[in-house]
Every structure is written in C-alpha cells, then in structure tokens.
C-alpha cells in the first residue's frame, strides 16, 4: 500500500513539473518570437528529458505544442516537439550523460520530427513540399540551438549540485 502511494506521489510530481515546464516553454515562445522557429522548446525539452525522464518530458512537449497549436502554430508546433525529448531521455536514462540529450534532440527533432511533419502538413494543410527531407533544414538549425542553451543551463545546474538535487525531490 506504501509503494502505491509512493508511486501516486511520484506521478502527481512529475506531471505538475511537465505543466511548468509546458507553459515555460510556451511562454518563451511567445515572448522571444522567432520565425519558423521554436528554439526555446527544445531548451526546455532537454531540460524535460533530464529531470522528468522521456515520456513525461513527451507529456510537457506536446501539451506546448497543443498549446501553440491554438494560439496559431501548424502541427509543426507538435510534430516539432515531442520526437526529441522522448530520444534525449532514453539516452540521458541509459547513460546519465548530458551530451547525449543534445545529441538526442537534435535528432529527434531535427531528423524525426522534420521527417514527420511532412506527411501531417499534406494530409491537414495540402501543402506538398515534394519531399519529405524539406523540414530538415527548418527543424535543425532550432533545435541545435535550442538544445545547446539547454546543455548549458544542465551543465551549470550540474556543477552546482541542482541536476541531482531536483531529480531526487521529484522521485522521492
């Protein structure tokens, strides 16, 4: 019965902490407006992965994204999101490497999520680009950046103590 409430507690922790983190990265968005691009959700998609883990930092993905989608975005905003926290999580949960999230969201996002927004864009919106590798270029350039903010903001959070100190209050 313990265990029960352990995990119920656990949960409710790290969906709240998906919330925050969905409405901080819609909230970037809004505020530092970027073209075509989003870097501010792959920030706090790196940021997701590490503390909340791939699927709910997935959950906080694609609740911004749902987010954005009202507020105006494509299923871009969606499709654009929730490939990268799900690939730098299952890395970062392998290997407890920080890199390997940047890495992660780069291609899930760059490569995965590009890759997926083109039959989306065709089937909703009509709009044939031709190719399916014709996001790519759009999709990359936002998430390296974005991403990169992200290592930075773990790796001064990890040499502070604060990387272990919020993954051990949310899984206690």
């Given at each position: 019965m313990k265990q029960v409430k352990l995990k119920t507690k656990v949960a409710t922790r790290k969906m709240v902490a998906a919330a925050m983190f969905a409405c901080l990265a819609f909230v970037l968005n809004i505020c530092v407006y970027f073209p075509s691009m989003a870097p501010f959700q792959h920030f706090v998609d790196v940021l997701a992965?590490?503390?909340l883990g791939p699927w709910y930092g997935c959950a906080s993905?694609?609740?911004?994204?749902?987010?954005?989608?009202?507020?105006?975005r494509t299923i871009q905003a969606v499709t654009g999101a929730v490939f990268g926290p799900i690939l730098g999580g299952l890395l970062y949960r392998k290997t407890k490497n920080i890199w390997l999230v940047f890495a992660g969201e780069i291609v899930g996002t760059g490569f995965f999520g590009a890759m997926a927004s083109y039959p989306l864009m065709k089937w909703f919106y009509g709009l044939d680009a031709q190719s399916p590798f014709y996001y790519i270029p759009f999709y990359l350039p936002s998430a390296v950046v974005g991403a990169a903010m992200g290592v930075a903001t773990l790796?001064?959070?990890?040499?502070?103590?604060?990387v272990d100190?919020?993954?051990?209050?949310?899984?206690?």
């Open positions: 992965a590490v503390f993905a694609l609740l911004c994204g749902i987010l954005r989608m009202m507020s105006g790796l001064v959070f990890q040499r502070t103590g604060l100190r919020m993954q051990n209050e949310l899984n206690r």
